[in-house]
C-alpha cells in the first residue's frame, strides 16, 4: 500500500520559472519529510527536508512547504534551470514507520532552456 | 563527506546464477539499506540493517538475502537470479542519530548497480 503518493509522473516548466512538485500522505504518523533528486544512472541525492513542526523549509532556490491538515507537501524551485532536470522523490518517515524511509514513485522534471 | 560505494555500476548475469552486491560506505553509518529503482514504481525496500549481523525484511525481500559481518559493509544476494530482478539496485546508509530517530537523518545513496539478468 502505497502510503506516498506522487500523483504526476512527469512536469515540464520552462527555464526561469517555477517548479512545483507535488506530494501526498496517507499516514497520519508521519513527521519527518525528504526530498531527494536522482540523476541518470547515480544515485539519489538528498537535497531538502521539513519537520512537522514547521510549515514551511527554504534552502536556496529550493522551498519546501507542509500542510499537515491536508497530509501533502510540495518543493517549489525558483527559478527553474536545465541542471534541474532529473527525477524528484518525495520520502516521509514517523514514529511506529521503522528506520527505512517510504519514497513516493517519483516525478520527472524537465526543465526546457 | 559520507561515501556510499557499490562494487558494480553495471552487472550482467544469467538466470540461475548466484549474484552479490556490495556496499561499502566509509561515515560509521549504523544503518544501511538496499533498494531497488524501478520505472514507474520508485524505490522499493528489499532489506535493511540496523547493527552487524542484523537485518530487517523490506518490502519485496522475496528472492534475495543479505549479510553483514561489519559495520561497514552490506551486501545483497540473489541466490537464484531470474529475469524479474533486472532492475537498478541502490544501497544507503544513515546513522541512528537522536534518540533512536534514524529518520530523522538523511539517507545517503550509493551510485547504484544496473543489473540485467538474461
Known amino acids: 500500500d502505497q502510503q506516498v503518493k506522487q500523483n504526476s509522473p512527469s512536469l515540464s516548466v520552462q527555464e526561469g520559472r517555477i517548479s512545483i512538485l507535488n506530494c501526498d500522505y496517507t499516514n497520519s504518523m508521519f513527521d519527518y519529510f525528504l526530498w531527494y533528486k536522482k540523476y541518470p544512472a547515480e544515485g539519489p541525492t538528498f537535497l531538502i527536508s521539513i519537520s512537522s513542526i514547521k510549515d514551511k523549509n527554504e534552502d536556496g532556490r529550493f522551498t519546501v512547504f507542509l500542510n499537515k491538515s491536508a497530509k501533502h507537501l510540495s518543493l517549489h524551485i525558483v527559478p527553474s534551470q536545465p541542471g534541474d532536470s532529473a527525477v524528484y522523490f518525495c520520502?516521509?518517515?514517523?514514529?511506529?514507520?521503522?528506520?527505512?524511509?517510504?519514497f513516493g514513485k517519483g516525478t520527472s522534471l524537465l526543465v526546457t532552456p | 563527506d559520507v561515501k556510499v560505494t557499490q562494487s558494480s555500476r553495471y552487472l550482467v548475469k544469467r538466470t540461475g546464477e548466484k549474484v552479490f552486491l556490495e556496499c561499502v560506505q566509509d561515515m560509521d553509518h549504523e544503518n544501511m539499506f538496499w533498494y531497488r529503482q524501478d520505472p514507474g514504481l520508485g524505490l522499493r525496500l528489499i532489506y535493511f540493517?540496523?547493527?552487524?549481523?542484523?537485518?530487517e525484511k523490506g518490502d519485496i525481500p522475496e528472492g534475495y538475502s543479505v549479510s553483514r559481518e561489519k559495520k561497514e559493509r552490506f551486501s545483497l544476494i540473489l541466490e537464484s537470479a531470474s529475469t524479474n530482478q533486472t532492475s537498478m539496485y541502490l544501497c544507503?546508509?544513515?546513522?541512528?542519530?537522536?534518540?533512536?530517530?534514524?529518520?530523522?537523518?538523511?539517507?545517503?545513496f550509493g551510485p547504484g548497480t544496473r543489473l540485467t539478468v538474461l
Open positions: 544507503a546508509s544513515s546513522y541512528e542519530g537522536l534518540a533512536g530517530r534514524s529518520s530523522y537523518n538523511e539517507q545517503f
Open positions: 520520502a516521509a518517515n514517523g514514529q511506529g514507520s521503522g528506520y527505512a524511509l517510504n
Open positions: 540493517s540496523y547493527d552487524v549481523k542484523m537485518k
